[in-house]
T-cell receptor, first 114, second 114 residues
Framework: AQSVSQHNHHVILSEAASLELGCNYS??????LFWYVQYPGQHLQLLLK??????LVKGIKGFEAEFIKSKFSFNLRKPSVQWSDTAEYFC????????????FGKGTSLLVTP | ETGVTQTPRHLVMGMTNKKSLKCEQH?????MYWYKQSAKKPLELMFV???????ENNSVPSRFSPECPNSSHLFLHLHTLQPEDSALYLC?????????????FGPGTRLLVL
């Protein structure tokens, strides 16, 4: 079955550590890729998105993600995390240009310790 | 942020009750969505409305009944729910048929079915 896989379900890092969260998908053809973040008690917010062009996209709060088409991956990175980055992170894929459905991964829970 | 609002934020209901969830988007979008977020599962798309017409129903049980009176408002009517329906119900909106279509989410309604 086609899916979106986030390999790390729980990640614990110390402040200033580097972060990389994996996301792989199994859809062929044109895809639009998203990372959303859900801070404790808050709603899902868009972190960054990729539609076309430069495969390295930069988002808010110092996050970036790299689209590697050959690996069907869209990993999220941040060079130095802060305590305020503690949240749940969701990778999502929209298949096709005019499709409606966003297919989500199960999410990765990130805890940043002081 | 007031882009997509949802009421109520929390709801407790018995299996014989009838209740409704409300969503309103203030972004001028033409499509609205209902998602279900359960623990340890990916977000599940339930319904899609495009220009007030339902375009997708992801095999959702009939005890969930959506209504979209206009492009800014979306309701989810609930009746005779089961305890396994307890979850966070998220509303989203987007502007479809644009090349950079992005879904924006509301804060959700936390539903507990007793």
């Amino acid at each position: 079955a086609q899916s979106v896989s986030q390999h790390n379900h729980h990640v614990i890092l110390s402040e200033a550590a580097s972060l990389e969260l994996g996301c792989n998908y199994s859809y062929g053809g044109t895809v639009n890729l998203f990372w959303y973040v859900q801070y404790p008690g808050q709603h899902l917010q868009l972190l960054l998105k990729y539609f076309s062009g430069d495969p390295l996209v930069k988002g808010i709060k110092g996050f970036e993600a790299e689209f590697i088409k050959s690996k069907f991956s869209f990993n999220l990175r941040k060079p130095s995390v802060q305590w305020s980055d503690t949240a749940e992170y969701f990778c999502a894929v929209k298949v096709g240009v005019s499709g409606y459905a966003l297919n989500f991964g199960k999410g990765t829970s990130l805890l940043v310790t002081p | 942020e007031t882009g997509v609002t949802q009421t109520p934020r929390h709801l407790v209901m018995g299996m014989t009750n009838k209740k409704s969830l409300k969503c309103e988007q203030h972004l001028g979008h033409n499509a609205m969505y209902w998602y279900k977020q359960s623990a340890k599962k990916p977000l599940e798309l339930m319904f899609v409305y495009n220009f007030k017409e339902q375009t997708e129903n992801n095999s959702v049980p009939s005890r969930f009944s959506p209504e979209c009176p206009n492009s800014s408002h979306l309701f989810l009517h609930l009746h005779t729910l089961q305890p396994e329906d307890s979850a966070l119900y998220l509303c989203a909106s987007s502007q479809v048929w644009t090349s950079l279509e992005t879904q924006y989410f509301g804060p959700g309604t936390r539903l507990l079915v007793l």
